[in-house]
């Protein structure tokens, strides 16, 4: 079994449900706060884990800023992207996961079987299950 960087946000219910999936199936979990980790320091490192994935991809759709249209991901451009999630780690898709130097964001549970092998996976791992305005969501 794999030991597993994760970043995600604290007391995220998907995230909790995520690592539970992920220790159930037999792996080692090294646990990140997303939205305190400096990623001002650490750019290049952020962009690594959205591989080819499109920019629009890589934020967070909960997101408050995603969610009133005050940031439109699919009109921004690789740098400008990154410029928002290190100065608001809020809008970065998580969880971030890191395994023997692969990198990949988000839960795709199809993606994340194939990568890593899981026990019986619930697809909905990465939509919110909490109300579209939940104040557990906006920090």
């Keep these: 079994m794999a030991t597993i960087h994760f970043y995600e ?3 995220c219910v998907n995230n909790t449900r995520q690592k539970q ?5 037999g792996h080692r979990l090294v646990i990140y706060d997303l939205l305190q980790h400096r990623w001002v320091d650490e750019p290049e490192k952020l962009r690594s884990f959205f591989g080819n994935l499109p920019v629009s991809a890589w ?7 995603i969610k009133n249209a005050e940031i439109d991901p699919a009109s921004l451009d690789e740098q400008q992207a990154i410029a928002l999630m290190v100065a608001s780690p809020i809008l970065i898709r998580r969880p971030l996961m890191e ?7 988000g839960f ?7 990568w890593l092998g899981l026990s019986s996976v619930d697809p909905a791992l990465e939509t919110c299950v909490k ?4 104040q557990a969501c906006e920090s």
């Design 9 to 11: 946000k604290p007391g």
């Design 21 to 25: 999936l992920l220790t159930k199936a």
């Design 59 to 65: 934020f967070n759709p909960s997101a408050p800023a």
């Design 99 to 105: 395994v023997d130097g692969r990198r990949r964001a």
């Design 108 to 114: 795709d549970a199809a993606e994340v079987e194939s």
């Design 131 to 134: 109300r579209r305005d939940a």
